[in-house]
């Protein structure tokens, strides 16, 4: 049953079911045997200008997690934060009344608990790439094609946000759930916005309120997590959305089960369709504030680090009211 | 003599001058005692809500360089991208068929050739922060006050470029030149725009330009940069603006040479006004664009990696005309 | 009671007994106002040329664990090993014919299942260090005194091993056990040797074989784990003994829950007495090799990594027999 | 010539001349298909024990650097010494009277000033290590084989020096100097010594006086520095060394312009022979020690860090005469 019960039981799919998916999904030679945006692609000057015009508040939210410095089940390998002069040094630099903190920051990109923009280099089917880039182009110094860089400049658009716990009347989606296309649809009806090309598209599960059920510490391997169904992918793929972000990975936690196939959407949603994932987000005031002003658009901004070969980064969307 | 000639010449002031000059400006318990904003407190949602107004192309622009992986003058510690799963690993993380590239990203945050965002903890006078805090708050395992978190939802706002090497007709500015207040208000005659509360301010001085005339490498210590004078600084507080950018890193470089006033931005900027400064962007893609659209103001936007008790992050900032 | 049985209860002490104990086993200026040695100052090379003719079978053993590269209690920072450059890169230098991996290792030196030594600057009582420099002198950029570099042209001398699970006759000891003077007597009775001047001594309370029997993960601050019982210290003291090591920690953990002295040994031993720590020691194998060979003293090797300003090194001590 | 003018010139052998020599010193296969302990295996308890009773004066001297903290052309990868605690922080951790000073230390493995040992999967030929393993198993996770795990219980043996520079008379080697088969005897013959089976060789070459002669700022790459002909590697070969360390990197910088054998050392004492490689070592003072004693052999111990998959350690080895 899908979590807002908004249409029918939709089963698992097979391995061979998604097989063919990611071959039917593919966008790999549609914008040129040498692209590395993939479904950035649907993302145009006039959608930005068009997000633009929806800043009525003037309001930025945040839609990231502070970056965890202590270990935990979400986070085991934090970051390290190593403050390299602190106020004790502040006289010990050699220039007279030259007094300065400074300090260190590292992070693993792709940690559980860090809101982070995944690279289309970041997954691999078979060996390959979006666009059909051999994984063998992910050197140890660094990825040769698809990383990072394809977002040096920004990635600013209309954010669409849709809240399934909120529409299935919950604070979080139980952990076995999947979202189905009728829940993407009932949301879209709800908010009355239609998820379009180019859009950066947002779903929440309620993963912090999860958290908090369980006393504050989630271990979504050994816990599980809401996730996309399968199913959805073709609709993503025909919305032509240019990003797919959650307050999860998108895929269920600890995956489907299915052979060869642990994590649909990021193996056909980066691989085939050339989806931009953003994981881990912090959506919860973003949703206290859409539903403030009855509007479930806004516009978005998310600036990676310009990591030349990065699989990835950490970052801190923003969304604009 | 000031790089365009606007005014006339603007003596370099003593070190009692900028300690008066310190005390004068001094924003300490103007928004409370417990304020760690500082200037911020200018930018209102009033502000964004209009700077989004000035989208009119939907063109967004990288105001960040890429991060140095390798060491030079301008880099001695480069960043540390380290791959942790390339290609050759992508099936050797016993999930069958889940096939990912990791990497890991770390970085000194206060490099001189790292664009990045200084919080209000990044420096100290005489042992005092933003605000009155003492430098001790500033602890080996991070800061108490005036953290990098003061930006946490993001900088949103209008950006203004003063592009004070093209009011000069020059590719970039000589390396010990002083930028005045004549050049400031000269460069604002000449964008037809008035600097004013709230507003992101960036100085283009021609770094780039001034590094491809040096053969690629340039070294600020030893060679010279370009910056502010130091009266330019009754004048931004008078302004209000929010925060204060530049090519380089706002004041001159090596330094004025004035026992305990090493960096007069740094310190009066920092620690009296409040001022969050963004050392080190790339603006020259910025300023051809504002050539182009003949308009030197946009929606900007920054947003820090959310580090509890950090002295800054590097940033990719954008501009979105 | 002891493990062993050995003696007398032994109540445990206020912290005024501590307080007290601090005071009178104090080695500040013993060696001068400006040394930074402490306990070493006992090792001297006739020493370690009887060490040298301790070595009978040819045989290294290793006293380190392995650095953990995947997080646990023990462990809850991992160490960073990075590969820069694997197979996959072997070409990609720009050096025909230069082929070449390399890697990054990097660690936390104090971590719980860390092998490592401390340094005489790591424990502070009252804000003093040992010999009376204050603590302020461990800066952010570095400690000023007392810095691992006390060692920094190795520590080699004669190792003694008092295997305390062995001579209680079990695995390991209880998590909630005090190592009394009366066991480290009877082990010494029972090796046919006399802890003497200028020793390395180690103490071993079956650790791994603790971990083993908690099913291979072991959490020393939830879970506990055997030390010392602060009456050894004068008896350490008076044996003049060079460095103290353990499989544990030395002091038990989480303590003793006497206010303002949480882990004595380390406490009085490194601050008053000037002792260098070796923590979480592997003694298994040399434990072994001891009883094969019937003798528990061996030339024993340490040599950090040269860290000015450091405040200690994870180490691989070897043992020589 | 020869620094020492001890033989005949010897040419500069070519490519092909250099692949025979490849061949024809293999030990692969000869302590059987999955060893990764190369020319270690020469090194028996034996030898241990026969080095051992070198140690008359009981004297230890460090044979490594201290840690490059800031960067220089031979260290522009300094290492990562960042406090984690300093004294302002001691009594930050919520346990009252726990006061402690804390740090991280990381490093590169290979950098060209660090003290350190190349493990057998360092290099490659062809694509292939030691024993005929692919570079493939070099992979972005660790080294399947040929780790540095290989010295996990430290080495331990007789250290010979052969001090060229001393025997040529001069402070230092020039920097295209090669040594030679000729000199190593001549060497041998003053020492009078006999490089045998096991031992662990040292070449010293004056680099120390070298980098003092240039300002205290050598550039390896772009100067020049001395090392080994390699008509010493059959020669190394056949006198069953164990390991093989040099205050260079044994191979000339910036190497012979051999195409395709750029650092013949490293390609076929490493991948033919199974060589460990010591990097960059501090003789200056062993040879002082050595000079004064009359004798050029002595116990020598060096233990990495137990990193598996690791390509080699950073180190501090030890003298002790």
């Known amino acids: 049953m899908s979590p807002t019960g908004s249409g029918p039981e939709v089963p698992t799919p097979s391995g061979a079911d998604l097989a063919a998916m990611y071959g039917s999904l593919k966008n790999w030679g549609r914008w040129g045997p040498d692209d590395q945006s993939g479904a950035l692609n649907h993302l145009a000057p006039v959608h930005r200008r068009a997000a633009a015009a929806l800043v009525t508040e003037g309001v930025s939210v945040s839609l990231a997690h502070d970056l965890a410095q202590q270990p935990s089940p979400e986070n085991p390998f934090p970051v390290h934060h190593h403050m390299l002069a602190s106020g004790d040094a502040r006289d010990s630099n050699g220039i007279p009344g030259y007094e300065a903190s400074r300090d260190y920051i590292g992070s693993d990109v792709h940690g559980l608990g ?31 094609r698809n990383s990072v ?20 009347g919950v604070e979080y989606l139980r952990h076995d759930t999947l979202v189905t296309v009728a829940d993407l649809e009932a949301a879209e009806a709800a908010a009355g916005i239609r998820v379009s090309s180019g859009d950066i598209l947002m779903i929440a599960t309620g ?110 969307p923003i969304a604009l009211l």
Chains 1, 2, 3, 4 share one sequence.
């Open 207 to 316: 993963r912090d309120a999860l958290r908090r059920a369980r006393g504050g510490v989630l271990n979504p391997g050994a816990d599980g997590m809401a996730g996309l169904h399968p199913e959805c992918l073709p609709w993503l793929h025909e919305r032509q959305i240019a990003v797919l972000g959650s307050d999860g990975i998108s895929d269920p936690m600890p995956g489907l089960g299915i052979p060869q196939w642990p994590f649909p959407v990021h193996q056909i949603g980066i691989v085939a369709i050339g989806l931009h994932l953003i994981d881990n987000m912090a959506l919860g005031e973003l949703a206290h504030r859409c539903r403030a002003v009855g509007r479930w658009a806004f516009l978005f901004t998310l600036a990676p680090l310009r990591i030349e070969g990065g699989t990835g980064c950490p970052v801190n």
């Open 114 to 144: 860090v809101t982070h923009v995944d690279a289309l280099c970041h997954m691999f089917v078979e060996g390959q790439m979006y666009n059909g880039a051999p994984a063998a182009e992910v050197r140890s110094d660094g990825a040769r």
């Open 149 to 168: 860089m394809a977002l040096s400049a920004g990635l600013v658009g209309r954010g669409v946000l849709l809240d399934i716990a909120a529409l299935a």
